[in-house]
């Protein structure tokens, strides 16, 4: 068997984003959250739609 280490503690991992880049993210998740929407959307009209055609 392998030599048992102690497990390290948790590290905090700081980064530093401009206002510019925060705002430029933030928009793209507003588009991404807006697509996965659209694309739910999508998924259930297309089985309702297989469903009343399973009628």
């Known amino acids: 068997m ?3 280490m102690p497990a390290t ?3 905090t991992l700081y980064v530093t984003v401009r206002r510019d880049e925060l705002r430029q993210l933030k928009d793209e998740r507003d588009d991404l959250r ?3 929407a659209e694309l739910n959307l999508l998924l259930e009209q297309a089985r309702l739609q297989g469903k009343a055609a399973g009628l």
């Open 2 to 4: 392998g030599t048992l």
């Open 9 to 11: 503690p948790t590290q």
């Open 34 to 36: 807006q697509q996965v």
